[in-house]
């Protein structure tokens, strides 16, 4: 029965509709784990949003007023509160904080208010050193509570385990990348599918398929992307799956650059969908100024895509120079279209890194195998 199952607390910056690499990972968690039953508190952001409801494994408690930067805050203030009256009656075995934010600072608060509760912290932020210091100026000495309180840490990348070393934590920290649904990604396309999806957006039998599909925003550096293509030659087409506050501004970039007939945005996608705009193209690039690990150069990996990346952030923990993929370099659109350029006239080593990326995936990074370690870690600290 359900009411036997121990009861784990999350607290989330945001979940379901509002979703990034993170909010993806716990669901796909949470969904494999059935012997542990999950309540999530995470701000309400829209008043259009039940403020309770069940998504997958997870009871979401969404709180706030529907105002997105208030709602952040009031997550700090009354998130602690909230999982004190949730706790009276549901029994929590632990807390997970999800990310150094509000929600890693309140389940931190949580922490000293339930201090018998163990307290894991996940830290997926693929921020720099230095975006971090900005926004945490003048408050630094509270948010070090963040690294100070759990009881353990699982983290997506080694940078991220050798921030949480520097900033003073003395707990067992384990690295759990994020992962991919390979079944889904792997799986064949019809092909009649894809011929008329390649006659839909006018494809020529000569044309090279750039994709990405990434949030449009500064630090995915697709503004470098659209530019690299000046260094290509005109048979060389991008197709940027995603939506983003720079939308206007790449859109604005590609009639500066003469390039419309040769980007096309085709905005946000299902994975479902997805898939079959991975299975037409060539090489996947993304050149992030930042990144935590970045689920999407896992899933076009899976897809059987050659990556072009960047060697910032987790990225070298599965991307290694000429096996699984090549880096270019940040901000330097020239040596992005190099290395796009590389992969589509040297077929073998194109196909080696398509091999040895799809071996990596599957040994490291299926949900499956992430789940297992999650589910283990929550019965190891349990029995402590």
């Known amino acids: 029965m359900t009411d036997n199952k121990s009861k784990i607390l999350l607290y989330s910056i945001a979940y379901y509709p509002f979703v990034g690499g993170a909010e993806v990972a716990w669901r796909e968690i949470t969904d494999r784990i059935e012997e542990f039953e999950f309540d999530m508190i995470t701000p309400l952001f829209d008043k259009k949003l039940p403020e309770v409801e069940k998504i997958g494994n997870i009871n979401i408690h969404r709180i706030g007023f529907g105002l997105k930067s208030f709602d952040k805050i009031w997550l ?3 998130g602690p509160i909230k999982g004190l009256l949730l706790h009276s009656n549901r029994k929590y075995s632990a807390t997970i904080g999800i990310m150094y934010n509000q929600a890693g600072l309140a389940a931190s608060l949580f922490k000293l208010l339930s201090p018998k509760i163990p307290f894991i912290l996940n830290l997926q932020d693929g921020d720099t050193d230095e975006v971090i210091d900005k926004k945490t100026r003048g408050i630094k000495f ?3 509570i963040i690294y100070k309180k759990p009881n353990h840490i699982t983290v997506i990348a080694n940078f991220l385990k050798n921030r949480a070393l520097e900033n003073g934590s003395t707990k067992d920290i384990t690295i759990i990348p994020n992962g991919v649904n390979t079944i889904l990604f792997e799986k064949e396309v019809d092909q009649k599918e894809l011929l008329e999806l390649k006659k839909e957006l006018q494809i020529n039998e000569d044309d090279f398929l750039i994709i990405t599909t990434s949030r449009l925003n500064y630090k995915n550096a697709i503004d470098d992307l659209i530019q690299s293509l000046s260094f290509l030659p005109k048979n060389y087409k991008l197709f940027i799956l995603g939506v983003g506050e720079e ?3 790449l859109k604005q970039l590609v009639q500066e650059k003469n390039l419309s007939s040769r980007v096309h945005f085709l905005g946000y996608k ?5 898939i079959r705009y991975l299975k037409i193209s060539h090489v996947f690039c993304r050149p992030s100024l930042q990144e935590g690990l970045g689920n999407s150069f896992l899933e076009a990996m899976m897809a059987g895509l050659p990556v072009v990346a960047t060697p910032v952030g987790g990225i070298p923990d599965f991307l290694e120079d000429g096996k ?6 940040v901000k330097n659109p020239k040596s992005i279209a190099e290395k796009i350029q590389f992969l589509s006239t040297h077929d073998e080593i194109r196909t080696n890194i398509i091999k040895n990326a799809i071996i990596i995936i599957k040994e490291r990074f299926d949900w499956d195998l992430i789940a297992k370690k999650y589910n283990y870690i ?3 600290i349990l029995q402590q």
């Open 378 to 380: 929550l019965k190891n």
């Open 270 to 274: 299902q994975h479902t969908e997805m």
């Open 142 to 144: 509270i948010t070090k």
């Open 324 to 329: 699984t993929g090549l880096f270019c370099e």
């Open 76 to 78: 700090i203030f009354y």
């Open 247 to 249: 939308e206007n501004k």
